[in-house]
């Protein structure tokens, strides 16, 4: 196989690897919404179902990823160790990195009337502050290892071995903006500039994945993420902020 047809052949099982990922995740959801609303008519919080979709879809996505890491037998596709002692550090440093880098993009796209819309997630804890204090070990131990597993790992994985690591991280990197596009309401003006805020807080994940040759970096770095902005919505709808 020479360089061309590797390169499209790696882009294109990267995006049947996505859309299989979010297609067995949404097929999970409905198999299992039955249980689900068995287990919501028995828990008084308001969005125990939402958090039980989120559960289910996030762990079929690992399934994917898992499944896809064996049946392309490169070696070591999704390389995966405990973090050092330095790599704690770096995952310290890189998750203040996303949320100064969040805080500042928001800013300048408010500036210049470009606001990102809010993420259906968090709109649903809207009123719902248990749904928001659930939402943070969700995110360390469900979404943010899926997602990197899927877009750092495997993805950028694929991609790295006929693109070349920056290629990757980019190509990843994009992928991983639009597919946020789906998780926004309202509009175009309102989903793109969400995206676009995703796919640039996805470059240093990228970046330190490579990095550090350990999934398990951004996938923490990820999680402590989103938890950190669950916690604060948290906070706020408890009137501590």
Known sequence: MDDVDAKLQHIGESILLIFGAFLVGVLGVSGLDPLVSILAETITSTNVSQIAYTVIQFSAMMGVVVWYARVIDTEQLIPLSRPTTKQVGIIVAGTLLLLGGMYSLNWILQAIDLAPGANQAVLAGAGDPTYLLLMIPISILFVGPAEELLFRGAVQGRLRESW???PAIIVATVLFGLVHVLAVDGGLSDQLPYAL????????????YEYTRNIVVPAVIHGVYNATL????YLGEIGVI
């Not at 805020?197 to 330190?208: E, F, K, Q, R, S």
């Not at 669950?230 to 919505?233: D, E, I, V």
């Open 164 to 166: 070349g690591v920056w």
């Open 230 to 233: 669950f916690g604060m919505l």
């Open 197 to 208: 805020v995703a796919a640039m807080l996805g470059i240093p994940l990228g970046y330190l």
